[in-house]
């Protein structure tokens, strides 16, 4: 058990940071009562990562081989890697720290599933941009439909409101199935745990940070969202909830975070305005280089602290 | 079904419904007390009238504040409650209208000169009028009941021939023999009237922005 704290750590936080892309403009507009939305969440991440986690879990597991040791170092180093980034306030991708704490290992070992990480690579170009024209997609559908139907205020309140829990949830599934790969694939893959038991401890994991932490994020995170208006918001959520499955079924996790970005990107193409300035394109791009590049380094940094052996002087 | 798990958003529906009630209400008392006043002049009749139009304008303050209330209680999303909220304020201003021109009326003593009165009655009928179509309007928002934008078309016309008697009562007054200081308190009193069909066309206005928000 003591070794799965470093995975159930990351799972925890990955809950608190991340339920905010998919409940946090519900939340932070007073549309859902932040209980209703964390037991939602809690329970839509659970199901999404026992019914549809096992395809990511296999993708991570396959990039290098590890032993028991190994997993525990590379989920501690992606652990910690999200508390650093934290810490100096850069947007985290626990994908990133997860996948960078792997190829540290991987390096060390000369053991490193080189198709695999390339797959891995192109799904994290693909995310934004697989936001952005799912996210264009769905607001030119939906846009399309709320019009034709022209119903009244209150009905098109409740109906926004309706569609933003059902999407949230949706969302949540989807970043359960997408997202426990980075929390329990290095232990399946040290045979650690099973795929069913690691889905098992993630889900709970991520789901415990949702109800325990995610207030605070999902505040912060769903004033920006909010901004936008409730439909863009809806489509936002929808958008985020759609890319994180698709790439759940390809079976690499990914950041719900940067699907948000891209998803409110294409609001903005599609309505010619600027929903997201320069700098904090320039904090999104920082991060995305830096957290694999410091999770790797701290894997191995850690791996070699491990092996280090104490002679004493005297003994030759 | 939605409505068991929304009863805060439809409260807000028949609320309106109910200040919209209070409103006609309002406007009924107040035809009712001019008419008395142009036929009887200041009487016991028309400060019955005055006294019930003020008790509806106070009934339709106090839908109003549990309106607000229960937006308070976060009902509706963020930017329906800044509408409506902007709206029942601007709508609120027609009722206390009303009411201040029979005060006016009341206080000033006022004596409308019979050369007058078919025009301030014209007038009277029109101002009148927007704010029928207005009622209607507001519950196409909340019901979809007619085409706003017809509406808005309508009190526009009607306010622009609230504008144009107004103008033409104004120059009578002006073109008459009557005390300069009488004249002064009769022009108050037609541009207090001609303040309705202005508000009635500003909150008009106002409801299309907000039904024209919620295309995208």
């Known amino acids: 058990m003591f070794s799965l704290l470093g995975g159930i750590y990351l799972g925890w936080s990955l809950g608190a940071n991340n339920a905010a892309n998919v409940f946090g403009s519900a939340v932070a507009s007073r549309m859902v009562k932040f209980s209703t939305a964390a037991i939602l969440a809690s329970l839509f991440v659970l199901l999404g990562a026992l019914l549809e986690g096992q395809a990511g879990i296999e993708t991570l597991r396959g990039l290098t081989s590890l032993n028991p040791q190994t997993a525990v170092i590379s989920s501690v180093a992606a652990a910690c890697t999200v508390t650093i980034m934290t810490v100096f306030g850069l947007p985290i991708s626990t994908s990133q720290a997860a996948v960078g704490a792997i190829l540290g290992i991987g390096l060390l070992n000369n053991q490193l599933n080189l198709p695999g990480l390339g797959k891995v690579l192109a799904c994290w170009l693909g995310t934004p941009v697989g936001g952005l024209i799912i996210g264009i997609t769905i607001y030119k559908g939906l846009a399309a439909v709320y019009n034709v139907a022209n119903i009244d205020l209150i009905k098109s309140d409740v109906l926004l409101r309706v569609s933003l829990i059902a999407a949230g949830s949706y969302g949540a599934y989807a970043l359960g199935a997408n997202n426990v790969a980075n929390v329990a694939a290095v232990f399946v893959g040290a045979g650690l745990l099973t795929v069913f038991s690691a889905t098992l401890i993630g889900g709970l994991s991520i789901g415990c940070g949702i109800l325990t932490f995610s207030r605070p994020v999902m505040e912060t995170v769903g004033k920006k969202l909010v901004r936008l208006d409730a439909f863009s918001a809806l489509v936002v959520v929808l958008a985020v909830a759609f890319t994180a499955h698709i790439y759940a079924f390809v079976g690499v996790p990914v950041s719900t975070s940067q699907a948000v970005i891209g998803a409110v990107l294409g609001i903005g193409i599609l309505r010619g305005v600027n929903t997201i300035n320069r700098r904090t394109l320039m904090h999104i791009l920082v991060g995305w280089f830096l957290t694999p590049i410091v999770a790797c380094l701290l894997a191995m940094a850690l791996n070699f602290a491990i092996h280090l052996r104490y002679v004493p002087s005297g003994s030759g | ?216």
């Open chain 2, 1 to 216: 079904m939605l409505r068991v798990f929304f009863k805060k958003e439809y409260q807000i529906q028949s609320l309106m419904q109910r200040y919209l009630d209070e409103l006609k209400l309002t406007k009924e008392h107040f035809l009712q007390a001019l008419n008395s006043y142009f036929d009887k002049g200041l009487c016991e009749e028309f400060d019955f009238l005055l006294n019930q139009t003020h008790k509806a304008e106070s009934e339709a303050d106090d839908v109003r504040y549990e309106i607000e209330t229960l937006m308070y209680s976060k009902a509706l999303i963020p930017e329906s409650r800044g509408d409506i909220l902007g709206l029942l304020e601007a709508l609120d201003r027609i009722p206390g209208l009303f009411q201040l021109l029979l005060y006016m009326i009341q206080n000033q003593k006022l004596k409308i000169p019979d050369f007058l009165v078919q025009d301030i009655r014209e007038l009277t009928t029109v101002t009148l009028a927007c704010c029928d179509l207005l009622c209607k309007e507001v519950e196409a928002l909340f019901k979809k009941t007619e085409d706003i934008k017809a509406l808005v078309q309508s009190i526009d016309t009607n306010e622009s021939r609230c504008d144009h008697i107004e103008r033409q009562i104004i120059s009578k007054i002006f073109d008459s023999d009557l005390d300069p200081f009488e004249k002064l308190q009769l022009k108050e009193v037609v541009i207090a009237m001609g303040d309705i069909s202005d508000q009635a066309d500003r909150v008009s206005r106002r409801i299309y922005i907000i039904s024209i928000k919620r295309r995208v």
